[in-house]
């Protein structure tokens, strides 16, 4: 089984690919093959509204030159997938945005192709909007009928200097338990 989780910040490596990769922790536990893709640096527009997906019904964006195919093909592929991201004025980064209106407007030209893969949001925050982001996430989720774990509390974890979140005790203990619910469920999805 894998898991391939996306890190929507502009900064490689911060607080919320430490938040994911302590998700990670606990799926290898478990077994479970992870990737990490970071966007940071990586070409990646918005939805163009072009329709062609609904067109040509073939799990793939018509626009071209960005990494956006390389994602729907990782994330159809695999058997969870993490859309993480730091909060950017209370919501998710553009480039985040970007990912979650393209790969959902793919999913739903085709069948739903995401349905019954498990998800899971991580969102890195300073201060304020983190349940705002954590939200948009999961909008994603639940209209691409995916199935979705809880953990002890949302999904966030609290720190502005890259390496701060590693303070918040609770944050990644929250990331653990979410880590090892999402386990359970893989297993018992397709276990
Ligand atoms: C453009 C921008 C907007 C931000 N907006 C918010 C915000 O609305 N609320 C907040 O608490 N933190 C905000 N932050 C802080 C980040 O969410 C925080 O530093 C987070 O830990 C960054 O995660 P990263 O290290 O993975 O990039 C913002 C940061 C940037 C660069």
């Given at each position: 089984m894998k898991v391939v989780?996306?890190?929507?910040?502009?900064?490689?490596?911060?607080?919320?690919?430490?938040?994911?990769?302590?998700?990670?922790?606990?799926?290898?536990?478990?077994?479970?093959a992870t990737e990490l893709v970071q966007l940071a640096g990586k070409k990646i527009r918005g939805c163009t509204a072009c329709g062609k997906c609904f067109e040509k019904q073939n799990n793939r964006c018509a626009v071209k030159g960005d990494i956006v195919n390389d994602c729907i093909e990782k994330m159809l592929d695999a058997d969870g997938i993490i859309l993480a991201s730091p909060t950017y004025f209370a919501d998710v980064s553009s480039e985040m945005k970007?990912?979650?209106?393209?790969?959902?407007?793919?999913?739903?030209?085709?069948?739903?192709?995401?349905?019954?893969?498990?998800?899971?949001?991580?969102?890195?925050?300073?201060?304020?909007?983190?349940?705002?982001?954590?939200?948009?996430?999961?909008?994603f989720f639940f209209i691409n009928q995916m199935v979705v774990p809880g953990s002890s509390y949302w999904n966030i974890g609290i720190g502005r200097e890259v390496g701060e979140v590693k303070q918040d005790a609770e944050g990644l203990q929250t990331m653990k338990t979410l880590g090892e619910n999402m386990a359970w469920l893989l297993n018992k999805l397709n276990g």
């Open positions: 989780a996306f890190n929507g910040s502009a900064r490689k490596d911060g607080n919320t690919a430490i938040l994911v990769n302590a998700v990670f922790g606990e799926l290898k536990k478990a077994g479970i970007a990912l979650i209106d393209r790969a959902g407007f793919v999913a739903k030209a085709n069948q739903d192709m995401f349905r019954r893969k498990t998800g899971a949001a991580v969102v890195a925050v300073r201060r304020g909007g983190a349940i705002h982001a954590f939200d948009t996430i999961n909008h």
